[in-house]
């Protein structure tokens, strides 16, 4: 149940950030290439289970966001939008693919240390 309600609330968040044009504005900055990793090392500390599935369940949300914007993407016929909103839109998929590298670093490490101390 506490998996389901953290990533209810981080498509909530995703939703109301990217309506409310926080996403569009951190875009710019290069917001976009950090925040998904960022969030994603948040809620792997929240959600409960085994490190795989805590790294799905943390890159779900952010996946989903923006594989669905780029399926979207692909009715716009003016190339530069379509290019423009392509970039945009990946941009949460690679930070959501660097963020489960370095989660799955993270636990192998961690799960190294866990066996060598025992």
């Known amino acids: 149940m506490k998996n389901l309600e953290v990533t209810i609330t981080a498509i909530v ?22 925040l998904p990793a960022v969030a994603m090392l948040i809620q792997y500390r929240y959600l409960s289970g085994g490190s795989g599935k805590k790294i799905i369940l943390a890159a779900l949300p952010w996946l989903l966001y923006g594989t669905s914007g780029l399926v979207a993407v692909q009715t716009i016929e003016h190339e530069g939008v379509q290019t423009m909103n392509q970039t945009y839109y990946s941009a949460p998929v690679y930070s959501a693919i660097m963020g489960s590298i370095i989660l799955g670093v993270w636990a192998a490490y961690k799960g190294y240390l866990n066996e060598s101390q025992q």
């Open 13 to 34: 968040l995703i939703i109301t950030c990217h309506f409310g044009g926080v996403f569009g504005f951190l875009f710019w900055f290069g917001g976009l290439f950090a």
